[in-house]
């Protein structure tokens, strides 16, 4: 979530859209969050996403082969285990053109539907994926939601400027800094 907010601040334009959908979705809802409500902040998904797909938490899984596998001319023998990388695989400029480029409409239904389904696996994929990924994602987005429809987001630290520590998840191997300033009532035109 760190990750989406940093790349919220930097990204004025779209952090300005977020708030626009957040504000509509809003004021058609009688300005209560429901469940309803979020699932209806599709372009809040998006940035999500994509801030997923450029920062995955899970950088790496690795499964171990049950059966030999051939692979062209390779043979990998059962009990191999094999390592993915899931940070490489989301900036692969075969899947992603432009792949260092934060934009969200690679999201749009029309962008992924002719997709490889396993170019994009944040919560793994398979008969292994993770249960709890639609929580998740409501989750995010119910925070998200509150953090951006209060306050205005600037950033202190830039992501191009942060290291990464690659432990058992990914995260800034040091603070990233985001500087909140609390929108008025009066002054809540963007």
Known sequence: MCF?????AEHRDIQIRVRNEIRTALQNNGNKFTVELLQDLTYLERCIKE???LYPTNFMISRIIEKDLKLNLFLIPAGTNVCFNIYAT???C????????FDPDRFLPEMIQNR???????FCAGPRNCIGQEFAMLKMKAIIALVIQHFYLEPIDYLKDV??????ILRPSSSLRVKFTPICKTNASS
């Open 163 to 168: 290291r990464l520590n690659v432990n058992f």
């Open 116 to 122: 490889h389904p396993y170019s994009y696996l944040p």
């Open 4 to 8: 989406t907010l940093a790349l919220l």
């Open 94 to 101: 075969y899947f992603w053109p432009n792949p260092e480029v």
């Open 51 to 53: 801030s997923l797909r």
């Open 90 to 92: 989301h900036r692969n």
